[in-house]
């Protein structure tokens, strides 16, 4: 239910997130980048929870605030994924037992780094005293403590990157928004759930009058 309620509120918010998405894709390409576009579209739907008219300044204050942590990031999960992905290219044809454990590692390797990071960078916007290392750590516990809604999230995460790999232009256009709208969704309703934060009742929005005022 609270990866759909994150779809839902990217509806409502589209001409924002669609110059957000189409940032996130531009700044992911150099891979090492990744990270800090990641978090500059989270830190953009955060703040879009929470304020009656979100602005694309919201996701250079988050790729600002964390590039140089995101690049390290960027690094050490590019280096992870090649480790992996060789892994199990390297013994795609060997099927005795110890290989297949192997690859069942492997892959779950892979399945848990990207749910961390669908996790971490809306746990760090929400943390009083933000650090990565904490938004990590509380990100692991988080997939720990509620293992079927994570299961749960992370399948509506995956039917969206489907979807994009089926209608390319989504990947620009919509992809970023969208996973960063379901992992604040997510996030938000545990920390609701353990009693750490209030239930959000956002602002309606004013009106914009000027293209400055929609976009930017």
Same mark, same amino acid.
């Given at each position: 239910?609270?990866?759909?309620?994150?779809?839902?509120?990217?509806?409502?918010?589209?001409?924002?997130?669609?110059?957000?998405?189409?940032?996130?894709? @531009?700044?992911?390409?150099?891979?090492?980048?990744?990270?800090?576009?990641?978090?500059?579209?989270?830190?953009?739907?955060?703040?879009a929870l929470r304020q009656p008219s979100p602005?694309?300044?919201?996701?250079?204050?988050?790729?600002?605030?964390?590039?140089?942590?995101?690049?390290?990031?960027?690094?050490?999960?590019?280096?992870?994924?090649?480790?992996?992905?060789?892994? @199990?290219?390297?013994?795609?044809?060997?099927?005795?037992?110890?290989?297949?454990? @192997?690859?069942?590692?492997?892959?779950?390797?892979?399945?848990?780094?990207? *749910?961390?990071?669908?996790?971490?960078?809306?746990?760090?916007?929400?943390?009083?005293?933000?650090?990565?290392?904490?938004?990590?750590?509380?990100?692991?516990?988080?997939?720990?403590?509620?293992?079927?809604?994570?299961?749960?999230?992370?399948?509506?995460?995956?039917?969206?990157?489907?979807?994009?790999?089926?209608?390319?232009?989504?990947?620009?256009?919509?992809? *970023?928004?969208?996973?960063?709208?379901?992992?604040?969704?997510?996030?938000?309703?545990?920390?609701?759930?353990? *009693?750490?934060?209030?239930?959000?009742?956002?602002?309606?929005?004013?009106?914009?009058?000027?293209?400055?005022?929609?976009? @930017?």
């Amino acid at each position: 239910a609270a990866g759909w309620r994150g779809l839902r509120h990217m509806l409502t918010q589209s001409h924002v997130y669609i110059w957000a998405s189409v940032l996130w894709f @531009l700044l992911t390409l150099p891979i090492i980048t990744a990270p800090p576009a990641w978090a500059g579209i989270c830190r953009m739907s955060y703040m879009a929870l929470r304020q009656p008219s979100p602005r694309l300044d919201d996701f250079w204050d988050g790729f600002k605030a964390h590039w140089k942590g995101g690049l390290a990031l960027g690094i050490l999960g590019l280096l992870l994924v090649i480790v992996n992905l060789v892994n @199990l290219m390297g013994y795609s044809r060997s099927i005795n037992l110890q290989t297949s454990i @192997l690859r069942i590692i492997w892959i779950m390797t892979l399945a848990s780094w990207f *749910g961390i990071q669908l996790y971490a960078f809306p746990l760090l916007n929400a943390m009083e005293k933000p650090t990565l290392y904490g938004a990590y750590r509380n990100a692991v516990v988080m997939i720990f403590l509620n293992p079927l809604f994570s299961l749960g999230v992370g399948v509506i995460a995956l039917l969206v990157i489907i979807a994009s790999v089926i209608i390319p232009v989504a990947i620009v256009l919509i992809s *970023g928004a969208a996973l960063a709208s379901i992992g604040n969704a997510a996030v938000q309703d545990r920390l609701v759930a353990a *009693g750490i934060q209030k239930g959000i009742t956002r602002p309606e929005p004013e009106a914009a009058t000027t293209f400055d005022e929609i976009y @930017l």
